[in-house]
């Protein structure tokens, strides 16, 4: 009856907890769902590299190999979201010891769609394409 009344009063049990603990509560996976989705979105983001790399060599083929390598890339960055959360991704790409090696990747992410769609500029998309795996493998 108390539990009615406290629905009925617009108090629920949830909110004693606070955002945080029911966001928590709500995003937890299981070890085997996480290691699922690790291999899935690890397995696109190496697809997804694959078929950039074999679309350089079509004709006009620079603009799709920079999208599908810099999604590959990401894919394969957030698949390892799965196994230790995105919070403590983030905090741990965050380091004193990443930093340098996280923000290159970064901006050589922005930077490569730049320089194929804004520039035009097949060279140094090429460049930053191999300072993203540099950094990435930092």
């Known amino acids: 009856m108390d539990k009615l009344r406290r629905v009925l009063n617009g108090r629920e049990d949830n909110e ?3 955002l945080t603990s029911q966001i928590l509560d709500a995003s937890t996976l299981s070890y085997s769902t996480r290691i699922k989705w690790f291999i899935i979105c690890f ?11 074999g679309l ?5 083929g620079l603009g799709l190999f920079a999208v599908f390598y810099t999604l590959g890339n990401i894919a394969a960055l957030s698949s390892t979201c799965f196994l230790m959360g995105p919070l403590k991704q983030l905090k741990r790409m965050f380091e004193p010891n990443r930093l ?9 992410l922005a930077l490569t769609l730049c320089a194929v769609f804004w520039w035009k500029k097949k060279g140094l998309a090429i460049i930053f394409c191999i300072l ?4 990435m493998t930092w």
């Open 56 to 60: 350089l060599f079509l004709p006009n």
């Open 43 to 53: 397995s696109a983001g190496i697809l997804c590299s694959i078929l950039g790399t």
């Open 16 to 18: 004693e907890l606070g």
């Open 100 to 108: 340098i090696a996280t923000c290159v990747m970064l901006l050589c």
């Open 132 to 135: 993203q795996f540099l950094a």
